[in-house]
Each structure stands twice: as C-alpha cells, then as structure tokens.
C-alpha cells in the first residue's frame, strides 16, 4: 500500500500542470480552482501511516514467533491438532489432539499463527482467530486439550462457530 501511495503522490505531483494558466499538449489552457482534494501530500502522509503499520505488524510476528520455522507457523493449531468440537452458549469448544499441548504453549502457537496471518495474503476472513472480541482460553492434559473460542457481540456468534467448523472439516481432512 505505501508503494502505491508513494506512487499516487508522483503522478500527482508531475501531470497534469495544476497551476492556472498552464497548457495542456494540446495548448488548451488548463484553469484550476485552486484546490485539490486529492493532494500529493495526502498520499505520502498515507504511505507514511502504511510502513508504520506494516513495521508494526512485522515486529508483532517476530515478538509473537521468534526463530518458529515457517512451515510450523502457517498452519492453524487448530487445523493442525483439530479433532472436534461442540457449541457453546457464547461460543465454540475446540477438542485437540494431546500433542497440541500443553495448553501455554497452544495460546503460544495461536497467537504466532494469527501475528503470521496479519503479515502475509492469507485466507484471514476465514479464520475464527480473526474475530474482533475474541476470547480463547486453553486447558487439558495428556488425554487432550480443550480451547474454548467466545465472542463478545452475539452477533458473531454463528460467524464463530461457521469459521471453527471450517479449520475442523480442514483438519478431518488432513490439510495441514
């Protein structure tokens, strides 16, 4: 986004001549009213905003994943160690695999998945980390982990549970 930007604020800083009397290739007098909604300025202030943010968002991957092997970060633990599930009043339980475990190292796991997600063109609207007002907490042991997803607005709800359903059929499948 900061290229095209940076590219806007070129192309408006170099055609077409804004200042009144100027001409055209045509010698047609170009006349301006003045002002311009769409500034030069405007679009390097915006590539400005866009490099910020993306080095925001690569040094949350690095304090969220460190040194973690990218093959292991770009699969959700939850399509990874997936085996079921059920709905709960304001959310979704996720039963995982024990090697999933344990559940420290899970919200570990979930939180450098989802710092991977924000860097790279992935398939975030799909996934239940992606949820504004989400809530997940882990427990379990050697039988197994528990994670249980819960959302704030009711009104993503069914938004939850569809996208939760989702990584498990991926993870029946094994697509990881």
């Known amino acids: ?68 092997q990218l093959a292991d970060v770009r699969v959700s633990p939850l399509v990874r160690y997936g085996v079921g599930g059920q709905a709960t009043a304001n959310g979704t339980v996720i039963l995982l695999a024990p090697t999933a475990g ?27 980390l992606d949820l504004p007002g989400l809530r997940v907490t882990a427990r379990g042991d050697d039988a197994g982990i528990e994670l249980t997803l819960t959302v704030e607005n009711p009104k993503l709800l069914l938004e939850l549970r569809e996208r939760a359903a989702r990584d498990l059929e991926a993870a029946s499948h094994g697509q990881h």
Do not use: F, I
């Open 1 to 68: 986004m900061a290229k095209s930007e940076d590219q806007r604020a070129t192309e408006l800083r170099s055609w077409p001549e804004t200042r009144d009397g100027a001409s055209d290739l045509s010698g047609t007098t170009l006349v301006g009213w003045g002002g311009r909604w769409d500034t030069g300025e405007d679009h390097l202030r915006n590539a400005s905003y866009h490099r910020s943010a993306a080095a925001q968002l690569d040094a949350d991957y690095r304090e969220a994943c460190g040194t973690r």
């Open 102 to 128: 344990p559940p420290a190292r899970l919200l570990e796991d979930l939180r450098c998945h989802r710092a991977w997600m924000m860097l790279e063109h992935t398939d975030m609207e799909q996934c239940p």
